[in-house]
């Protein structure tokens, strides 16, 4: 059985250039993924976008908004390839960090309900859930409800 080896993987502040290698991983992974265009307009909006790199290549990204008291992850993702291996619970410590230098006192995030695997991640992190907005995600068969979870820093 071979070994896997060990991952040291960089965050840096994204740029208009990975946003090709982004979007490849957000259409792999979200059935209703973000355009280029939201990502573009992320960037140009001074939200705290973030990849997460190894030799050149981009394993994962996020986007965190800093408000007044509170930060909010807009959206995180792993590329699939290199899933299960802690590089999300690497990102989200990565981000409550940031949000903590930025003086917030609270990370948001919303996720869907039917995310079982994320919402299980957050909540061992310290998240918890503090409500339900209805029919926030598209789906398949109509909308389905994201649950909104908060950590209090």
Aim: glycine content about 8%.
């Amino acid at each position: 059985m071979s070994q896997t080896p060990p991952l040291h993987p960089e965050i840096r502040p994204m740029c208009e250039s990975d946003l090709d290698q982004v979007i490849r991983i957000e259409r792999q992974i979200f059935l209703f993924p973000w355009s280029l265009a939201n990502f573009s307009d992320s960037l140009k909006a001074g939200y705290l976008c973030r990849v997460m790199e190894e030799n050149l290549t981009i394993l994962g990204y996020s986007i965190l908004m800093i408000g007044p008291d509170e930060s909010h992850i807009l959206t995180l993702g792993i590329n699939p390839d290199w899933q299960r291996r802690g590089l999300g619970e690497k990102m989200l410590h990565y981000l409550i960090d940031l949000s903590a230098e930025h003086g917030a006192k609270s990370v948001l995030l919303d996720v869907r309900e039917s995310n079982q695997g994320a919402a299980r991640l957050y909540r061992q992190l310290g998240f918890e859930q503090i409500g339900k907005r209805k029919g926030y995600y598209p789906a398949m068969c109509g909308r389905e409800d994201a649950l909104v979870m908060q950590l209090r820093l």
